[in-house]
């Protein structure tokens, strides 16, 4: 299993947001929204934040469960508690 966070900003503000969050998972850049439009998690390019969406993808790439979850640590739990319970 692979953790990884997106986010707008460019490298240098992701740095310090996850050295700020303690994040133990990188936090890649989508600054273009190009991945966030994809997945759902912005409307389009005038988006100033992406929705908080937490998703598990499968081996084969298919989204196999999303959930829009209220805060940062929310994600993994929520992502966790599926996995645990199926």
């Known amino acids: 299993m692979r953790i990884l ?7 240098e503000a992701n740095a310090r947001f ?3 969050q ?3 998972f990188p936090l890649l850049c989508d600054t ?12 389009g390019r005038a988006s100033l934040f992406p929705s908080r969406i937490t998703y598990i993808i499968d081996a084969q790439g298919k ?3 999303a ?3 209220a805060g940062i640590d929310a994600h993994v739990e929520a992502a966790v508690a ?3 319970g199926g």
């Open 5 to 11: 966070g997106v986010s707008f900003d460019n490298a």
């Open 22 to 24: 303690r994040f133990r």
């Open 32 to 43: 273009d929204k190009t991945m966030s439009m994809a997945y759902g998690a912005a409307k």
């Open 63 to 65: 989204i196999e469960w």
């Open 67 to 69: 959930e829009q979850v």
């Open 18 to 20: 996850a050295a700020k």
């Open 82 to 84: 599926r996995l645990i």
